[in-house]
């Protein structure tokens, strides 16, 4: 049985094609980059490349935020 994803904070992402993903940097500020997002259940899944920013940001700190539209 497939799980209902009504409850989950993902749920207002799941019709979007591109979010504003925000990383932080070394110093502590943040930087909104676009991106494309899939969720599935209570996962949120994004693709980029492995020399970008964001992936070094995301190496150093797993916090990010999201919000919706770009």
Known sequence: ME????????RQFA???TVSLKTRK???TWVA????IVVEDD????RTWR??????RLRNF??????AGW
């Open 3 to 10: 799980q209902e994803t009504s409850h989950s904070p993902l």
């Open 15 to 17: 019709n979007q094609k």
């Open 26 to 28: 070394r110093n502590g």
């Open 33 to 36: 980059t676009p991106v494309n």
């Open 43 to 46: 996962h949120a899944y994004i």
């Open 51 to 56: 020399d970008s920013g964001k992936s070094k």
């Open 62 to 67: 797993s916090e990010v935020e999201i919000a």
